[in-house]
């Protein structure tokens, strides 16, 4: 097993940093550095950039317009991405519906589709958790009726990330409700300005607006747009789980947030010294930088498996379950660490951009600013993409046996 790094994926690194040097937007990248929100048009932009570099695709095969990757090319770019400020790519287009749709949707739907994903040209959706079906999936009750050439779609579906900018949504339907839950579901690729869809806004703990509500009501989908075969969609389903929970480890970015972490304790002081230099606060740190360490060393022991042609298994849970519980321990301490300047703020003085303006005066350092919002938006990390309750059970049952 080699967890180091060859010469030619040292090379590689150099090549990503070089990069990002030239093209990454300094605006992005200051805003991600700084934890500020990112618009629309901000993630449209950096994906058109790394399509123009041939890069849209980071994962995907050359036959469709990617560049070719291996695993440990794209952990490569995500690392360095991350530690560069560039934003996270939104995974629903390129990461998700897109590997579904080269392993099992047919050549009209890549010719289709797998451009304008790399390109951005249109945003993606994921129409899968419902009220009641969340963790439990296969109990969606969302409903598609055959009409000649296309399927009429009635339900709802919950907790759909930045569906108000989708141009297009893939959806998990049911098509056969006399089968067993998981062979009467149908894998559809649907045109959110479809006559219909209402897309509802759920206001999270942060005052943002970053999920929804979708409802389809007799909305008319053309059967040209189902991915393989009617009712095996969740085996469809499993498979972009997979790309998922891997994902969501997001240990590029855990280090960017760590080394933002350190320069606030050196910023902050307690008893007339950096925050950094008291015992009790070094020590929080210290833990949560081993566990990093520790989850950097199994990502990599997946990568080396995956050198060798194995494909991740039930690991992909425990990457998700230690990355996002990282997450959340670090904006714990951010927030710890500046104490009641990280009480909630008013989301509309932060759109005002007064923490942006340097002759407006901050209730505090213009840093603890967004703290409170962070933390608050990480809670749900340890719930989508499958809970880490969930992957547990997972765990004992695949790897301990239980």
């Keep these: 097993m080699r967890l180091e790094f060859t010469e030619e994926e040292q090379a590689f690194r150099e090549e990503v940093r070089s990069f990002l040097r030239e093209r990454l937007p300094p605006a992005i990248s200051q805003k991600v550095l700084n934890g500020y929100e990112l618009s629309r048009e901000d993630h449209v932009l950096w994906q058109r950039l790394l399509h123009e570099r041939g890069w849209g695709g980071m994962g995907w095969p050359v036959q469709f317009g990617g560049p070719g990757w291996n695993s440990v090319q794209q952990y490569i770019f995500e690392e360095e991405s991350a530690l560069a400020g560039a934003p996270r790519l939104i995974p629903f ?101 479809s006559p219909g869809i ?100 199994t990502n990599l022991r997946v990568l080396s498996a995956e050198r060798g042609a194995k494909a991740p298994g039930p690991e992909a849970s425990i990457l998700k379950i230690r990355g996002t519980e990282i997450a959340q321990r670090i904006s714990e301490l951010a927030m710890r660490a500046v104490g009641p300047y990280a009480l909630p703020f008013r989301r509309e003085a932060m759109e005002a951009g007064w923490q942006a303006d340097p002759a407006r005066e901050a209730p505090g350092p213009r840093y603890a600013s967004i703290l409170a919002a962070t933390y608050l938006n990480q809670r749900k990390l340890s719930i989508f993409g499958g809970t880490n309750e969930i992957q547990k059970n997972i765990i004992s049952k695949m790897i301990v046996g239980l």
């Excluded at 009726?145 to 900018?165: A, F, H, P």
Aim: hydrophobic share 40%; charged share 25%.
């Design 93 to 193: 287009g390129t990461k998700m519906v897109a590997p579904v749709i080269m392993a099992f949707g047919n050549a009209a739907q890549q010719q289709r589709f797998l451009p304008k994903i790399s390109s951005g040209e249109e945003w993606w959706c994921q129409g899968y958790s419902e009220p009641g079906a969340g963790s439990d999936l296969a109990s969606l009750k969302t409903r598609a009726t055959r009409d000649g050439d296309v399927y009429v779609v009635n339900g709802q579906k919950t907790w759909n990330t930045l569906g108000q900018y989708a141009d297009w949504i893939f959806c998990l339907v049911r098509t056969d409700s006399t089968a067993k839950q998981q062979s009467g579901i149908t894998f559809l690729l649907i045109d959110m300005k």
């Design 198 to 297: 209402t897309v509802r806004p759920i206001t999270l703990l942060d005052g943002g607006h970053e999920v929804n509500e979708i409802w389809f009501e007799n909305v008319r989908v053309p059967v040209q747009n189902r991915i393989g075969d009617e009712n095996k969609g969740w085996t469809y389903a499993k498979f972009l789980l997979g790309h998922e929970r891997t994902n969501i480890a997001g240990i590029g970015i855990a280090k960017r947030e760590l080394q933002r972490l350190k320069a606030i304790a050196r910023s902050e002081r307690k008893a007339g010294r950096p925050l950094i230099e008291d015992p009790l606060f070094a020590a929080h740190i210290a833990q949560v930088e081993i566990d990093l360490w520790a989850l950097e060393i």
